[in-house]
C-alpha cells in the first residue's frame, strides 16, 4: 500500500460512512504535506502528512498542547507510526496572502498588530521547564549553518582560517547578550506566513519547533520577514507598540526601550545568519531552490543592523568580505 492509500485509509477509518475529496493544501520547508478532506455536508478538515522516516509528529501534538491561549488547530486523531494528524481547518488565507492582496500600509500595520496581540497572550502563557531551552549550543548550531550552506555551498566561498577566527569571536560576542534576554514559549516561526486570517484572533500554524528563550525573538521574526518587507519606521512603530503592551502586560521585557530595541536587534543578527544558511541548505541539500531568492533580503538586513553596533564589528566584517557591501542599505535607527 502506498503513502496516499494509507492516508486515505487512516481518514476513511475516523470518519466511516462519510464520503469525502482529497485535495492538496499546501507543503511545508521541510518534509511536511498538508491535505484537505471536504465532506459532502460542507464540512473539511485538514490532514498532515509527515513521513516517520523523515520526521516525527510528538512535537507538534505536544506543542499543540502547550499553546492552547492561542488559536492553534484543534487535533482530532493522530497516527505517530504513520505520521498523520486529521485536525482542524482554519481557513485558506494567510496573513502573507492578505497582504500580498492588499499592499496598503494602514492593511499590513492592522495585521501585525493582530498578529502582536496573539504573542503576547502566547507568551503570557509561558511555563518554564516545559519546552527545551533556545540555548547556546542550539543557537550557535543555527547561526553555524551559514558558513556550512552558505559561503560554503551557496557562493562558493569556505571561511578562511582568519574570517573562521573573526566568526567565533564575533559569535561569542553575540550569544551572551541574546542568552541574557528573559526567557518566554518561542514559536520560532512567528511569521505572517503562518498566521490564518479568519474572524476573532489569528490561527497559528508551524509550532512545532517551538523552544524556551529570548522574549525578543518572535517579534523579529514577525517583523522581519522573508517574503514580505516594511520600511525602518513602519517597522519601528510596531516594535515599540509591542514592547509598551509587553510591558502592560507584565512581560518581562526591559523598562527602556533602547535596552529592548538592542534586544531585538541582536536576536535578528542570530537568526539572520541562521536564515540565510537554511534556505541555501534548502537549495541544495533538498532542492528547493526557490527559498534562495530570498536570501538577498537577509542579507540587506544583517547590513542594516550590523553598521549599528560597534560590539559586533567582527561578523559585519566576514558578512562584508563573504557578501560584499551593500551601499544602498540605509543606516536607520538606533539608540
Given at each position: 500500500?502506498?503513502?496516499?492509500?494509507?492516508?486515505?485509509?487512516?481518514?476513511?477509518?475516523?470518519?466511516p460512512?462519510?464520503s469525502?475529496?482529497?485535495?492538496?493544501?499546501?507543503?511545508?520547508?521541510?518534509?511536511?504535506?498538508?491535505?484537505?478532506?471536504?465532506?459532502?455536508?460542507?464540512?473539511?478538515v485538514?490532514?498532515?502528512?509527515?513521513?516517520?522516516?523523515?520526521?516525527?509528529?510528538?512535537?507538534?501534538?505536544?506543542?499543540?498542547?502547550?499553546?492552547?491561549?492561542?488559536?492553534?488547530?484543534q487535533?482530532?486523531?493522530?497516527?505517530?507510526?504513520?505520521?498523520?494528524?486529521?485536525?482542524?481547518?482554519?481557513?485558506?488565507?494567510?496573513?502573507?496572502?492578505?497582504?500580498?492582496?492588499?499592499?496598503?500600509?494602514?492593511?499590513?500595520?492592522?495585521?501585525?498588530?493582530?498578529?502582536?496581540?496573539?504573542?503576547?497572550?502566547?507568551?503570557?502563557?509561558s511555563?518554564?521547564?516545559?519546552?527545551?531551552?533556545?540555548?547556546?549550543?542550539?543557537?550557535?548550531?543555527?547561526m553555524n549553518?551559514?558558513?556550512e550552506?552558505?559561503?560554503?555551498?551557496e557562493?562558493?566561498?569556505?571561511?578562511?582560517?582568519?574570517?573562521?577566527?573573526?566568526?567565533?569571536?564575533g559569535?561569542?560576542?553575540?550569544?551572551?547578550?541574546?542568552?541574557?534576554?528573559?526567557?518566554?514559549?518561542?514559536?520560532?516561526?512567528?511569521?505572517?506566513?503562518?498566521?490564518?486570517?479568519?474572524?476573532?484572533?489569528?490561527?497559528?500554524?508551524?509550532?512545532?519547533?517551538?523552544?524556551?528563550?529570548?522574549?525578543?525573538?518572535?517579534?523579529?521574526?514577525?517583523?522581519?520577514?522573508?517574503?514580505?518587507?516594511?520600511?525602518?519606521?513602519?517597522?519601528?512603530?510596531?516594535v515599540?507598540?509591542y514592547?509598551?503592551?509587553?510591558?502592560?502586560?507584565?512581560?518581562?521585557?526591559?523598562?527602556?526601550?533602547?535596552?529592548f530595541y538592542?534586544?531585538?536587534?541582536?536576536i535578528?543578527?542570530?537568526?539572520?545568519?541562521?536564515?540565510?544558511?537554511?534556505?541555501?541548505?534548502?537549495?541544495?541539500?533538498?532542492?528547493?531552490?526557490?527559498?534562495?531568492?530570498?536570501?538577498?533580503?537577509?542579507?540587506?538586513?544583517?547590513?542594516?543592523?550590523?553598521?549599528?553596533?560597534?560590539?559586533?564589528?567582527?561578523?559585519?566584517?566576514?558578512?562584508?568580505?563573504?557578501?560584499?557591501?551593500?551601499?544602498?542599505?540605509?543606516?536607520?535607527?538606533?539608540?
Amino acid at each position: 500500500m502506498n503513502r496516499q492509500d494509507t492516508l486515505h485509509q487512516f481518514l476513511s477509518e475516523h470518519y466511516p460512512q462519510r464520503s469525502f475529496e482529497l485535495v492538496f493544501a499546501a507543503a511545508d520547508a521541510d518534509f511536511r504535506r498538508y491535505w484537505r478532506a471536504h465532506f459532502a455536508d460542507g464540512a473539511s478538515v485538514i490532514i498532515m502528512d509527515a513521513p516517520p522516516e523523515k520526521m516525527s509528529i510528538a512535537p507538534y501534538v505536544r506543542v499543540q498542547k502547550l499553546f492552547q491561549a492561542v488559536r492553534v488547530p484543534q487535533i482530532y486523531a493522530a497516527d505517530e507510526a504513520n505520521g498523520f494528524i486529521i485536525m482542524e481547518d482554519l481557513g485558506n488565507t494567510t496573513f502573507l496572502q492578505a497582504m500580498q492582496h492588499d499592499t496598503r500600509e494602514e492593511v499590513h500595520k492592522v495585521l501585525l498588530l493582530e498578529a502582536v496581540d496573539t504573542l503576547l497572550t502566547l507568551q503570557q502563557s509561558s511555563q518554564a521547564d516545559v519546552l527545551p531551552a533556545y540555548d547556546e549550543a542550539l543557537l550557535r548550531r543555527e547561526m553555524n549553518l551559514f558558513p556550512e550552506w552558505y559561503a560554503t555551498h551557496e557562493i562558493g566561498k569556505p571561511f578562511t582560517m582568519k574570517q573562521q577566527k573573526m566568526w567565533r569571536e564575533g559569535v561569542n560576542v553575540l550569544l551572551p547578550k541574546i542568552l541574557a534576554q528573559a526567557s518566554v514559549y518561542v514559536h520560532r516561526d512567528f511569521i505572517v506566513r503562518n498566521l490564518m486570517l479568519r474572524s476573532g484572533s489569528p490561527g497559528v500554524l508551524d509550532f512545532q519547533d517551538a523552544v524556551y528563550g529570548a522574549i525578543s525573538y518572535d517579534l523579529l521574526s514577525l517583523t522581519r520577514d522573508a517574503f514580505v518587507e516594511w520600511e525602518e519606521e513602519f517597522v519601528l512603530d510596531i516594535v515599540i507598540r509591542y514592547w509598551e503592551k509587553a510591558r502592560a502586560a507584565g512581560l518581562p521585557v526591559p523598562l527602556q526601550f533602547d535596552d529592548f530595541y538592542r534586544d531585538y536587534e541582536f536576536i535578528g543578527v542570530q537568526r539572520h545568519f541562521k536564515v540565510i544558511g537554511i534556505f541555501a541548505r534548502l537549495k541544495h541539500r533538498d532542492g528547493k531552490a526557490h527559498y534562495a531568492e530570498e536570501i538577498p533580503r537577509f542579507v540587506r538586513y544583517l547590513h542594516r543592523t550590523l553598521r549599528r553596533y560597534p560590539e559586533l564589528g567582527m561578523l559585519r566584517q566576514v558578512l562584508r568580505e563573504v557578501c560584499g557591501e551593500d551601499e544602498d542599505v540605509q543606516t536607520g535607527y538606533t539608540f
